[in-house]
């Protein structure tokens, strides 16, 4: 037990480092246990810095050496720790202290970067909408680049005052601020000095009115997707805290505004960022995300751009609703015109009404060159004056930057093709020359056609916006899959929702307009769906205000769709069934979500088995949970145990069956009636009992069990995975849980 009577006395001792000794130092993420004896998680903020302090070092300096403090944010919700500038000596030191837990060098993460809510089924003044008044009254704190203050879809048109448990800060002026936007901090590498987060790279004000931007009339970039823009939420109030910059986020930024939003009272936090897979105990987005779902917080992140390899997946904590990256069902069509008479169709934002109709030298340099040139490298590109220039996706080189460097060395037009791994994934950029994307399979008929004749010719044609893809939503190749890394026996992503060719607000021009404050751009990524999911989780909050986080998590993955819009499964970027490592539960349908019928639901400390079934020791589980932990009294369940609304089991073929339960709460009808249905994997034996739940009144939980067994010959076909599902279907409702098996052989 640790007091903080045993504390020094700061006063004494300068915890300071001359600057001279900066550069041997690192910023540290010290974890340490929590004092106990009359200190509760409420307790004082002064008083817990205090024990923070007492395990830096204790360095007496002269009174004319310049300094600067060791500490650089002492945390007091979501962690019990701090982050300091330390060298691994002191660290060292540090771990002799009684109290001491761990400490890790700090990540830098990246982030993962209109017409979309009326594919949602999002419409004024009609259903979910109406229902939740468009989001009124809930708080979304969006961690990002910061934001355009002034800009139209940040208007407080319409949006009442923020509710009173608001506790927050808005460092712009009281012109920019309203009850639109809320709440602005910036956390940079410690400067919290009330700096505004002025967003001078584009991302954080895109994610922010994608989640809750309001109604902006007559929005388009280059005229293409011309409409009403808005985010999901248009009356929900906003709350950026700036935690990332051109060189990327610093998790001491991420822990303190996350640390912050506690205090402020936001509802939902949305994090368009993210590592690679780290166990939890080491994953500060998952360590933090767990403090706020103890406050009541719903966390929505994306899932990661690294797919579409298999366990790409990021941000895979069972609390957090992990959001993939679909297609909408609308195409900016720009289409490769060759001297064959052939055309591709492809994407482009950029749609000039200048470039001649006739046909120009195609060149595609790939094959007689190195990479670099291939795929449009600075640089790179030569003799390519007046000629359409082929570029591959790929490179680590931006798509937009390969027309740069066209552009540069005097190309009249790029048709960028993608490489396999892309399949037929097409994304409208704002290019900076004519220009059309087009699929692999395009672009392995447009080489053949450069290699069948001397003289290759091609220009582009552009036709504007279409609207009407039935094969929407498509899983873009970009977005991460699982099984995950961390927890395999979750299934993440959980849910995919719309995150290519997205419009929303930007700072800046990225056209000629002359429109000086409606700005927008279309961009792609995870990070543009994870928005709209933290968006419709403030529109289910609104909704449903006694729901917990895991409540809506729930409601928004077994109402979820997994087929398109002419009926048939879901496809990949390879046109073909996406599997459930790709779509997990499927495509949010936010007004099926708003009236789920049954919800899975978990509370905070339902995790601790969970943790001791990782296998993980009791200081690491302390590292999550903020409190002593014993497994050996606690007990441990395997993964797939956890209350989640999906399942996802490696099976051995040889070995036992995999018994579990699992247990759903109305919130539907009072009285109501739900029957099996079941749809087993291949190779798989399901039984189920009950097969019936009958309740009668609302808030009433009732439990199933749920047996897997293998089959004769499971996993020696060829066959490694499979899926299905089960379904508890009313007269109301169907409640869907998915289910994806993995045979160990």
């Known amino acids: 037990m640790f007091y903080l009577s045993l504390a020094v006395d700061i006063e004494k001792?300068?915890?300071l480092e001359p600057l001279d000794d900066a550069d041997s130092m690192q910023t540290y993420i010290v974890m340490i246990e929590r004092p106990t004896s009359n200190f509760g998680p409420q307790s004082d903020h002064e008083d817990l810095e205090r024990w923070y302090q007492s395990f830096l070092p204790q360095t007496i300096v002269n009174s004319n050496q310049l300094v600067k403090p060791r500490m650089i944010y002492a945390y007091h919700n979501v962690v019990t720790g701090f982050a300091a500038k330390l060298t691994a000596e002191e660290v060292e030191e540090m771990e002799k202290k009684d109290g001491f837990i761990t400490a890790h060098p700090e990540r830098n993460l990246q982030l993962h970067t209109t017409h979309s809510p009326n594919f949602l089924g999002l419409q004024q003044g009609v259903g979910l909408w109406k229902g939740s008044n468009y989001g009124e009254g809930v708080i979304i704190g969006v961690l990002d680049t910061g934001i355009t203050p002034g800009h139209p879809s940040f208007s407080d048109k319409g949006v009442p005052p923020p509710p009173a448990k608001w506790k927050g800060k808005c460092d712009f002026n009281a012109t920019f601020c309203n009850n639109k936007l809320i709440g602005a901090r910036s956390f940079q590498g410690g400067k919290t000095t009330g700096a505004p987060p002025v967003d001078i790279i584009g991302h954080g004000t895109h994610t922010s009115s994608t989640a809750a931007g309001n109604f902006v009339k007559g929005a388009s970039v280059f005229g293409m997707?011309?409409?009403?823009?808005?985010?999901?939420?248009?009356?929900?109030h906003l709350a950026m805290y700036q935690v990332c910059n051109e060189q990327g986020c610093d998790e001491s930024d991420i822990l303190?505004?996350?640390d912050t939003a506690v205090d402020d009272g936001v509802d939902v936090l949305s994090i368009s960022l993210g590592g690679g897979s780290a166990t939890f105990y080491w994953d500060y987005i998952a360590i933090g995300s767990y403090g706020a779902i103890q406050n009541g917080i719903f966390v929505s992140?994306?899932?990661?751009?690294?797919?579409?390899?298999?366990?790409s997946v990021t941000n895979e904590a069972p609390w957090i609703l992990t959001v993939g990256a679909s297609t909408i069902d609308r195409h900016i069509i720009a289409t490769a015109k060759l001297g064959n008479g052939q055309e591709y169709d492809g994407e482009s934002v950029f749609q000039p009404k200048d470039l001649d109709s006739k046909l120009y030298p195609l060149v595609y340099a790939g094959p007689h060159s190195k990479d670099s040139t291939a795929f449009c490298d600075?640089?790179?590109l030569t003799d390519v004056e007046g000629k359409v220039v082929v570029c591959e996706v790929g490179g680590d080189i931006a798509r937009i930057a390969k027309g740069i460097e066209v552009k540069r060395a005097g190309g009249v037009a790029m048709i960028l093709v993608n490489q396999d791994f892309g399949g037929y994934t097409t994304i409208a950029d704002a290019h900076v020359l004519p220009a059309t994307h087009v699929s692999y399979a395009a672009g392995v008929s447009i080489k053949t056609y450069i290699n069948s004749t001397s003289t290759p010719t091609a220009t582009i044609l552009f036709k504007g916006t279409v609207i009407g893809d039935q094969l929407a939503p498509k899983v873009s190749f970009f977005s991460s899959r699982g099984p995950s890394m961390a927890t395999p026996g979750i299934l993440k992503p959980d849910i995919i929702g719309p995150g290519v060719s997205i419009l929303a607000a930007w700072p800046f021009l990225v056209d000629n307009s002359t429109q000086s404050?409606?700005?927008?751009?279309?961009?792609?990524?995870?990070?543009?769906?994870?928005p709209h999911l933290s968006g419709i989780a403030a529109l289910l909050k609104s909704s449903h205000p006694d729901w917990s986080p895991a409540a809506i998590k729930s409601a928004i993955m077994t109402t979820a769709e997994v087929e398109n819009l002419a009926g048939s499964p879901i496809v990949d970027e390879t046109l073909y069934a996406a599997n459930l490592f790709a779509i997990g539960a499927g495509h949010v349908n936010p007004s099926k979500a708003n009236d789920p019928g049954l919800i899975y639901d978990t509370q905070p400390e339902d995790y601790i088995p969970y943790f001791c079934g990782l296998n993980y020791t009791d200081q690491q589980i302390q590292i999550i949970t903020q409190q002593k932990v014993k497994c050996s009294e606690v007990g441990a369940i395997p993964e797939a145990q956890l209350n989640y609304p999906t399942f996802?089991?490696?099976?051995?073929?040889?070995?036992?069956?995999q018994n579990y339960t699992r247990t759903v709460t109305n919130v539907g009808p009072a009285k109501s009636t739900y029957e099996l249905a079941v749809v087993s994997p291949h190779k798989i034996d399901i039984r189920v009992q009950p097969e019936k739940l009958t309740f009668t009144e609302v808030g009433q939980k009732m439990t199933y069990h749920v047996v897997f067994t293998a089959q004769n010959g499971a996993g020696k076909d060829g066959i490694t995975m499979s899926q299905g599902y089960l379904s508890w279907v009313s007269d109301q409702h169907a409640v869907r849980s998915q289910i994806s098996v993995v045979f160990d052989t």
């Open 517 to 530: 404050k409606a700005t927008f751009d279309i961009i792609s990524g995870t990070s543009m769906s994870c």
């Open 648 to 657: 996802s089991l490696f099976i051995d073929p040889a070995g036992k069956p």
């Open 256 to 258: 303190a505004a996350m």
């Open 225 to 236: 997707a011309n409409g009403t823009a808005s985010g999901m939420a248009p009356y929900a």
């Open 378 to 380: 600075v640089g790179s």
């Open 301 to 311: 992140c994306s899932a990661g751009n690294d797919g579409p390899d298999y366990s």
């Open 13 to 15: 001792v300068a915890v």
